[in-house]
């Protein structure tokens, strides 16, 4: 068997005016320059910004990873013009030898400034044309048996979603880098809203398909989760609306390609909100598994969830926004606003049961980042749990008194499965949550004076600690559940008859006039940016259920000398 640091190929190739020494083996395409004296530095650097001054001149020699190559295309000389083989035309250069008569072109990934990716391209040529011709179908045969990567994929278009530039984004920036890759595609441009749901759930053949892809927002992806996940319990005999049932986790990967408001599952995931560079994880075929919460009321199946899941304050924010879809992305601003002035609380009980045998606490400095191992960890130790405990899980865990409860008066809570990253808070709700470790992240934010509340929101856009305020408390969560107020059980109720039904009356007197400052009973649950019809729920965790083409945040690469394949 071959060593993976065996060289496949080894030849002299020009590139511009310039000689080079190219090889390829299984990991890495390496082109380094032959003159030992750098002149003229025809290309940019592998990295956009000059980040690392220790690594050997870029301009002399270039790496890129096999599994980081878009494609490969040949391109023909003929009467002295260049022949790209998709016919387009292209003037030589006249510095070329006027023996180079064969060329092909890499096309590869290109890391710039905040973890977005580009398309870079590089020509060789070469004067023999058997050899060119060795060369290309040497990386195509190495593209070819990566066996992850996408070959045909579904893909849902919300034209509505964000600033309603979701089919242009796609056509424009993303579908010429799937032909460019080799990527067949079935488009479905939605007609209404849970269209994607609807046609994923009974029509879609997804056998013909390596995964589906949303462009929206997480509205969007809300719908094509539901879809997928139902389906799988379908296909695969498994109940969905059971509250015990373990579910199957989902076999296609999800790409997005952000094209709506908030877009925070594409911005925790990747790092970035930018149509190409999911466009790119999706081309080399990453996979980043994700929770997936689900969520109940009276054992009857409301909603999954994968990032916020918020009652109080982003839940009102919420209700507020959808009023003002004509706003566009700008509509979470102004109700944003409008919910902190208003100021209402909220009175109920939380009972969660704290994630046992983990590693890691929502008040980590570490932060999850692509090959995350407390994931890795994490999500080994569910897999083992689910298959020890099974169903009993919950029931067991309630009679050994693992579940505690609080009682209180709360402007939000939130439960955070992942950071919830995004352009507005760039370190998310819960900094320090993991895209895959099987929990959620539960933040009891309660009711205090405007100015701390402010300090709170603030600290979300700062390096200060969102957490570290008396008013504050967060647990690391497996399962929780929700009951307002309202809601609790008659013993419970008739504790507080007389403020109840005063604060009853008054409530109903005052819903519509919010001025008086009585605030309403109940908020709604924000999840993943839809509104869910019940206040009482019961929320469990599924650890990795669903996979999506991202790799998880990229740590921004530290290059020592040694570690330079060209400087070795
Ligand atoms: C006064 C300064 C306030 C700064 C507060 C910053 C905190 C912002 C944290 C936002 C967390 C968003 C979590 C994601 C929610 C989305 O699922 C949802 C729906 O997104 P979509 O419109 O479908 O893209 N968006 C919102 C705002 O609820
Ligand atoms: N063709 C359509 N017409 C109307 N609504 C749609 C359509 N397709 C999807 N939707 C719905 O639009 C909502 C918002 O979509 P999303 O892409 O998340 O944008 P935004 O981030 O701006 O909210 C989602 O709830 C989705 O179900
Ligand atoms: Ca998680």
Redesign the pocket.
């Known amino acids: 068997m071959e060593r993976p640091g065996r060289l496949l190929l080894q030849s002299e190739l020009r590139v511009r005016n310039a000689a080079y020494d190219v090889s390829l083996s299984r990991s890495l395409l390496i082109w380094k320059r032959r003159t030992s004296s750098p002149v003229y530095h025809p290309f940019r650097p592998r990295f956009c910004v000059p980040l690392f001054p220790r690594r050997p001149d870029p301009g002399v020699c270039h790496s890129v990873p096999v599994s980081e190559i878009i494609s490969v295309r040949e391109e023909e000389e003929e009467n002295g013009s260049r022949q790209r083989d998709d016919g387009s035309w292209k003037k030589i250069r006249e510095r070329e030898g006027k023996d180079c008569r064969q060329a092909f072109t890499v096309l590869y990934v290109e890391r710039c400034r905040q973890h977005r990716w580009r398309c870079a391209e590089v020509t060789f040529t070469c004067s023999d044309e058997a050899v060119c011709q060795h060369w290309v179908s040497s990386i195509r045969e190495q593209l070819a048996s990566n066996t992850s990567r996408p070959k045909h994929l579904l893909v849902?278009i919300?034209?509505?979603?964000?600033?309603r530039q979701?089919k242009r984004i796609y056509e424009q920036k993303v579908a010429p880098l799937f032909t460019q890759a080799g990527i067949s595609t079935s488009v479905i441009?939605?007609?209404?809203?849970?269209?994607?749901?609807d046609h994923l759930k009974m029509e879609a053949e997804l056998k013909k398909f390596d995964g589906v892809v949303?462009?929206?927002?997480?509205?969007?992806?809300?719908?094509i989760i539901h879809g997928l996940i139902w389906r799988t319990q379908i296909d695969c005999g498994v109940d969905p609306n059971s509250t015990e049932e373990a579910l199957s986790p989902c076999s296609l990967r999800i790409g997005i390609i952000p094209?709506?408001?908030?877009?925070c599952i594409c911005f925790a995931s990747v790092g970035t909100n930018d149509p190409v560079t999911s466009a790119l994880h999706i081309i080399v075929g990453d996979s980043q598994p994700l929770d997936v919460c689900s969520v109940h009321h009276n054992n009857m199946f409301l909603r999954y969830s994968v990032s916020l899941l918020g009652y109080g304050f982003y839940g009102d924010v919420l209700s507020d926004s959808e009023r003002k879809?004509w706003m566009?992305?700008a509509r979470y601003d102004f109700s944003g606003l409008k919910m902190f002035l208003t100021h209402h609380y909220y009175e109920g009980t939380v009972s969660y049961l704290p994630a046992k045998g983990i590693i890691g606490t929502p008040r980590d400095a570490t932060r999850c980042r692509s090959g995350c191992v407390i994931c890795q960890h994490n999500g080994q130790l569910n897999s083992e749990r689910s298959e020890k405990y099974e169903m009993d899980e919950a029931s067991d865990s309630e009679s050994s008194g693992e579940w505690r409860t609080i009682r209180g008066k709360f402007l939000a809570i939130n439960a955070a499965s992942m950071s919830c990253a995004c352009p507005r808070s760039p370190k998310g709700l819960s900094p320090a949550a993991h895209l895959a470790d099987g929990t959620t992240d539960l933040i009891l934010v309660r009711k205090c004076s405007r100015f701390n509340f402010l300090r709170h929101l603030l600290r979300h856009t700062s390096k200060d600690d969102q957490f570290d305020l008396t008013f504050i408390e967060v647990h690391r969560v497996r399962r929780f559940r929700f009951m307002p107020r309202h809601c609790q059980s008659d013993s419970d109720l008739e504790l507080d008859l007389h403020e109840n039904s005063k604060r009853q009356i008054f409530s109903q007197i005052c819903k519509d006039h919010p001025a008086c400052g009585c605030a309403p009973a109940y908020s709604s649950w924000n999840c993943d940016?839809?509104i869910l019809t019940h206040t009482a729920i019961d929320v469990r965790v599924h650890g990795q259920l669903i996979k999506l083409f991202a790799r998880g945040i990229e740590e921004l690469p530290v290059f020592e000398d040694l570690s330079n394949p060209c400087a070795i």
Not at 158 to 163: A, E, F, H, S, V
Not at 217 to 223: L, N, R, T, V
Not at 259 to 263: I, K, L, P, R, Y
């Open positions: 849902y919300n034209p509505y979603g964000g600033k979701g441009v939605t007609e209404y809203a849970n269209h994607a749901r949303c462009v929206g927002g997480d509205g969007m992806f809300s719908e094209a709506g408001s908030t877009d879809r566009g992305p940016g839809e």
